[in-house]
């Protein structure tokens, strides 16, 4: 993965530092819009010279559109005011009231954006201007890319496109849905695929690239450890997880054993095979607890209170699980710790212990209202109306039952 990420940035960097070429479409989906965005700004502090303009909000319709991003270089401009003030220097020159004139075409004004922000950069020191508008959505593509293309020079390179880099994020498949702006001259063309197969053949190669350090490689292993685990690959799994096993067993790496371990104890209880399950996160717990990693702690202890109730220990789930209850309360984890007493009680309820199961639901009720868990408190009402009704308690389970349908008809906020 690091490979990917590496090969994308480099191409984009490329593009910032090259001379031949203005505009650069960024092909992305939405789901790999912030992760293009996320690389531009780390070029951005890396080139320390050059000035970054990132706009990242949403496109619907040109004109508002670039009034957005009118409004964004107008913030821009007076947060650079106000540092070149605090430096006892001159402010820079106002922003044109054109650019905000709606009356103008959004091409018109979007251009004169771009002008004015480059005539504040310095013209000496090889100064740039990258201009990048990265919206994370297009709701109407045709627009958009209709106002990009304007941007592509025809002819002769204009004075304002000097030192100038247009980065335009477009949607997959870029030149097959506008052939004539990808092969437009100075424009050049960038695919951004991080989807599941492409992220899968970087971590092959990075595993098996001899030049990477070996704790790179190990991580991209256990990243593809994850994925085989995840789609029922299990024997690859399992090969994968032994061979990180030794690793960090001859590194002495406590957490990374315990995370590991715990592993094996996912992978098996997905499987239904419980026995196997438990002894993996059992095996953890030795390593886990040298490590004083309190939250690889909560859920190796969690995965073993799970684990011991479904094999119908609910006296060991019940251990397990209060103590889940303390470790969130350490970790400040408030979810956790509801689910925990939640648990804790239904472990009891299933020895028999009623009352003690109803006074843990009823702490947890408690803490739900006190913090706002809707959800959690729905589910842990609804097993303290069973255990008032076992404990012929009816008046209390009827008022809990008028608590839950008003919930349901939004009448309380459960």
Not at 24 to 37: G, K, R, T, V
Not at 108 to 132: M, N, Q, T, Y
Not at 283 to 296: G, M, Q, T, Y
Not at 325 to 349: C, F, M, Y
Request: charged residues 30%; proline residues 6%; glycine residues 6%.
């Amino acid at each position: 993965m690091r490979r990917l990420f590496k090969a994308l940035e480099s191409e984009l960097e490329e593009f910032v530092n090259q001379r031949d070429d203005l505009v650069m479409i960024a092909s992305a989906n939405d789901n790999d819009a912030p992760i293009l965005l996320k690389l531009l700004r780390d070029i951005e502090q890396k080139q320390g010279t050059d000035i970054f303009l990132l706009f990242a909000d949403d496109f619907v319709q040109a004109g508002a559109y670039v009034s957005v991003i009118a409004e964004r270089l107008r913030e821009e401009h007076r947060m650079a005011c106000e540092a070149l003030k605090e430096e006892g220097k001159l402010p820079l020159r106002p922003v044109p009231d054109e650019i905000f004139n709606t009356a103008l075409p959004p091409l018109d004004r979007l251009w004169k954006a771009i002008c004015f922000a480059r005539s504040l950069v310095p013209e000496e020191g090889g100064h740039r201007l990258v201009w990048v508008a990265c919206p994370q959505k297009i709701a109407d593509r045709r627009e958009y890319l209709r106002l990009v293309t304007c941007f592509v020079p025809r002819g002769m390179i204009q004075p304002w496109m000097r030192g100038v880099r247009l980065v335009f994020r477009d949607q997959p498949d870029s030149t097959d849905f506008a052939p004539g702006l990808t092969r437009a001259p100075r424009t050049r063309v960038l695919p951004v695929d991080l989807g599941p197969a492409a992220m899968e053949k970087s971590m092959r190669d990075d595993v098996e690239d001899d030049e990477l350090p070996l704790e790179d490689r190990m991580q991209s292993l256990l990243m593809l450890a994850s994925l085989d685990s995840a789609h029922g690959r299990t024997d690859d799994a399992i090969a994968k997880y032994k061979v990180l096993l030794g690793h960090y067993q001859s590194t002495s790496n406590q957490p990374m054993q315990a995370f590991i371990l715990n592993a094996f104890g996912d992978l098996f209880q997905r499987k239904g095979e419980l026995d196997r399950a438990q002894h993996w996160y059992e095996c953890a717990v030795p390593p886990v607890v040298e490590s004083k990693d309190p939250v690889l702690l909560a859920t190796v202890v969690k995965n073993l209170g799970e684990v011991s109730y479904k094999r119908q220990q609910f006296s060991d789930a019940e251990q397990y699980f209060d103590g889940l209850d303390r470790l969130a309360a350490h970790n400040l984890d408030p979810e956790t710790k509801v689910q925990a007493i939640e648990w804790k009680g239904l472990s009891q309820e299933k020895q028999g212990r009623v009352r003690e199961a109803v006074a843990s639901w009823e702490g947890a009720v408690t803490l739900c209202r006190s913090i706002g868990l809707p959800p959690l408190l729905k589910k842990i009402l609804e097993h303290q109306e069973r255990g008032y009704e076992a404990l012929g308690e009816q008046d209390r389970a009827r008022a809990v039952r008028a608590e839950i349908d008003a919930s349901r008809r939004g009448e309380v906020p459960a």
